[in-house]
């Protein structure tokens, strides 16, 4: 069964730093670009950050440049998002996400995308 299973959700006050894991399964994560969406209490889902697997280079939102990171850990088949700096407004629930479509540079239009985790919710607060 092909999955992939976000974790390291929780809450943290503003300003702080929580990393999230996204683990593939039946697959290999590798293979593909990867993304990262959020979807914020009675908003759309919006993209993120995304990775293009053929040469690591990362496209992501203006917000986030300089604060949220991806890698990846490809002897446990996992992605990894790590953001510092949270702010209150980029409270949600996170996905990642992997689009089929290989030698082509990620697009944060999640409509691409095939695979989707549940999930983790991330709460920035006082």
């Known amino acids: 069964q092909l999955q992939l299973v976000e974790s390291g959700g929780g809450l943290v006050q503003p300003g702080g730093s929580l990393r999230l894991s996204c683990e593939a399964s039946?697959?290999?994560?590798?293979?593909?670009?990867i993304g990262w969406f959020r979807q914020a209490p009675g908003k759309e889902r919006e993209g993120v950050l995304c990775?293009?697997?053929?040469?690591?280079?990362?496209n992501s939102i203006n917000s986030v440049k300089g604060r949220f990171t991806v890698t990846r850990n490809n002897a446990k088949n996992t992605v990894y998002l790590r953001m510092n700096s949270l702010e209150p407004e980029e409270t949600g629930v996170y996905f990642c996400?992997?689009?089929?479509?290989?030698?082509?540079?990620?697009?944060?239009?999640?409509?691409?995308?095939?695979?989707w985790g549940r999930g983790t919710q991330v709460t920035v607060s006082t």
């Open positions: 990775n293009t697997v053929n040469d690591g280079t990362t």
């Open positions: 996400a992997i689009n089929y479509l290989g030698g082509v540079a990620c697009q944060l239009r999640d409509y691409e995308y095939d695979i």
């Open positions: 039946g697959f290999t994560l590798n293979n593909y670009n």
